[in-house]
């Protein structure tokens, strides 16, 4: 204390403030939100710089220091209160941080949430007609990329396999024009025992009927002696003329003997009587 202090000729400065005291003061500034508002003098955010708290309930940056070394004196900016007292704080650090956390929550839960929606749109049509179709449209052209990429498209060997195809079904129905199965006398039985079972009256070429050797139940038919054509049986097990298939062989006009009901080759017999 100075000398006119001492004798009471000037007040003294006031004494430091208690622990009781700060703690009321803190109370107060943290129901009016004063940690969260930036700095009255530099008016930047105090993030996670330490505070000076002022007794007269005000929160600065160190930049109080700057300010009392620009105008010589000790009063505070705001209510310009001389020989206050200050105490560092870290609230607006604890408060800063609580708010970082909010964001980097509030970010993740809309990424999250944009995601889901996103997925929903994909899997779920829209009600609206318009989008509706747009949705199916997108849903077909995905699979319609989906199989063109899972298929070759190299043509050159497309076309190539289909050339070596063809030349071995050539190869293979040259095979069968050279060659041909004999048939044996009790293949041949069989295959008339087949055609038999048919029921065949009538020849197929000429629509006239047939031997009544080949059938026996024609032979109490009245017309009876109207048949003298021989008939043939062929390997298909159809029966026809000797003469009408001979005239249907010299008619046609392929090198191979082609069945006319099946269109099948064939190997003929001629069955006697």
């Known amino acids: 204390l100075s000398t006119a202090q001492k004798l ?43 505070q000076v708290h002022v007794n007269c309930n005000y929160f600065f940056q160190a930049c109080l220091k700057a300010f009392e070394k620009f105008t010589g004196k000790k009063s ?20 800063f941080k609580i708010k970082c956390a909010i964001r980097i929550q509030a970010s993740w839960r809309g990424y999250i949430v944009r995601k889901w929606y996103k997925n929903l749109r994909k899997t779920v049509p829209p009600k609206d007609s318009k989008l509706r179709k747009q949705f199916f449209e997108k849903k077909v052209q995905q699979i319609s990329n989906r199989l063109l990429s899972s298929y070759n498209i190299n043509l050159d060997e497309f076309f190539s396999e289909i050339d070596s195809s063809i030349a071995a079904s050539q190869d293979v129905f040259q095979q069968l024009e050279g060659k041909e199965i004999l048939i044996s006398e009790t293949d041949w039985e069989k295959i008339q025992m087949q055609a038999f079972r048919q029921e065949i009256f009538d020849c197929a070429i000429c629509i006239m009927p047939l031997s009544p050797t080949v059938h026996p139940a024609c032979l109490f038919s009245d017309n009876s002696n109207q048949f003298s054509r021989q008939t043939v049986l062929l390997s298909c097990s159809h029966l026809f003329h000797h003469t009408c298939l001979q005239a249907f062989e010299e008619f046609s006009l392929g090198e191979r003997r082609i069945c006319p009901l099946c269109r099948s080759c064939y190997q003929k017999k001629i069955l006697r009587c």
């Open 8 to 50: 009471g000729l000037v007040e003294p400065p006031s004494l430091p403030l208690t622990a009781e005291e700060w703690v009321k003061i803190k109370r107060r500034s943290i129901q009016h939100g004063d940690s969260v508002q930036p700095c009255a003098i530099c008016r930047e955010e105090f993030a996670l710089q330490p």
């Open 76 to 95: 505070c900016p705001m209510c310009r209160k001389e020989h206050y007292q200050t105490r560092v704080i870290h609230d607006g650090a604890h408060l």
